[in-house]
């Protein structure tokens, strides 16, 4: 029999897996259930099955699976409540506020028996699955700085995500893929410090971008960092190593490769500049490096759902564990931590 879900919180993202869901086989959706009138005639105009409430919703002996797409602070309870009718739970990111909200749903599925899992579709974002190949190739050489941005200029968007006790702001919106993203780029490795920043430009209520250094126990310095009010967006990622450098710009995956080419360079010719000459800050000479176009990885997001009926029929383990997501989640309390304090916090 194939999978079938039901989606609470037809929203944004309620409406676009409800669309990608309808470019597949299973899981298929069996219908939607939203607070908002408006919302609910959309779905019914979309042809979707709209249930009478949540009751009725999680009464549906046709479904066994539920996303939760509604605004954070709700995920939680809805969650809890699922997996208690016996449904197996995708719950968007971020799962919850805080540690402590996530130990009680993951307690709550070992109790039922039921699945919990997190929709980190980022994990599917081309350019992270990009950098992760060039760093996997070695080409770079021993690395030893990672920066991953993400950069807008409309502020943060003007509804919960902007209130604290819906869960609003930059880190648990968009921090919690970044950081998902970074900690999955050395899989062995621990985080042993946490440097981070907020800022609050366009509202005092919730952190509106954030940077965090993350000092890693393999020497590796990665660098999030997330920005509502940057009018030029820096690169999406870069990646040194000590035989070379990577930039992927965008999402578009422009970008390239330099890397140390034969021998060492000997006779640098200075860069004259208006106040003096530098020989250590001259380019490389062209005969020294080499230039190559980025390794582009594709992705299908799709297969995220496929994991998870895979995994709830026994056919493959979980891309996404409750370790991982845990781990991240104690990473964005440091995050905040490190902010609040204005220090160096320890980690792992
Ligand atoms: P949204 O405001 O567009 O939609 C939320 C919907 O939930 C609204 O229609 C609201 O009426 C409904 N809702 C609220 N409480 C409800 C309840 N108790 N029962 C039923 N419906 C309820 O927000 P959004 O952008 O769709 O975000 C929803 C979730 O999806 C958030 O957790 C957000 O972080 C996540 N999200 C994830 C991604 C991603 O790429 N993974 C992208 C955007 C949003």
């Avoid at 799709?302 to 996404?320: C, K, M, P, S």
Wanted: with cysteine.
């Amino acid at each position: 029999m194939a999978h079938r879900i039901a989606i609470i919180g037809y929203g944004g993202m309620g409406a676009w897996h409800a669309d990608e869901l309808q470019t597949m086989e299973e899981p298929q959706v069996a219908g939607v259930w939203d607070l908002k009138p408006e919302r609910l005639a959309l779905a019914a105009e979309k042809r979707l099955h709209v249930y009478g409430g949540l009751e009725d919703l999680l009464r549906d002996a046709g479904t066994d699976l539920v996303l939760v797409a509604t605004p954070n602070d709700s995920h939680k309870p809805l969650a809890i409540r699922a997996m208690q009718a016996g449904k197996n739970v995708i719950c968007e990111k971020p799962v919850t506020l805080s540690s402590g909200d996530l130990n009680e749903m993951i307690a709550v599925s070992a109790q039922t028996g039921r699945l919990l899992t997190v929709h980190q579709n980022r994990r599917w974002d081309e350019d992270f699955l990009t950098i992760r190949k060039i760093l996997e190739s070695g080409e770079l050489g021993a690395p030893f700085r990672i920066e991953s941005r993400v950069q807008g200029a409309h502020g943060i968007p003007g509804d919960w995500r902007q209130m604290p006790e819906k869960g609003g702001g930059m880190i648990l919106d968009w921090g919690v893929h970044l950081l998902d993203q970074a900690l999955l780029l050395f899989p062995e490795a621990k985080v042993e410090t946490v440097y981070a920043t907020v800022t609050n430009i366009t509202n005092q209520k919730v952190d509106d971008g954030f940077s965090a250094d993350l000092g890693m126990d393999n020497g590796v310095h990665i660098l999030v960092e997330v920005g509502t009010s940057n009018f030029i967006a820096l690169p999406r990622w870069v990646a040194l190593g000590a035989d070379g450098t990577a930039v992927i710009e965008d999402w578009q995956l422009n970008g390239r490769l330099v890397c140390a080419h034969g021998r060492d360079e000997t006779d640098v010719a200075p860069v004259i500049t208006a106040a003096g000459l530098t020989k250590t800050m001259a380019p490389r000479r062209r005969d020294t490096i080499a230039t190559y176009p980025l390794p582009a990885v594709r992705s299908d997001v799709r297969d995220f759902y496929r994991n998870v009926t895979a995994t709830l029929d026994g056919r493959e383990e979980r891309l996404i564990t409750l370790e991982q997501v845990a781990r991240v989640m104690r990473l964005m309390e440091a995050v905040v931590r490190s902010a609040a304090v204005r220090q160096v916090v320890p980690f792992e």
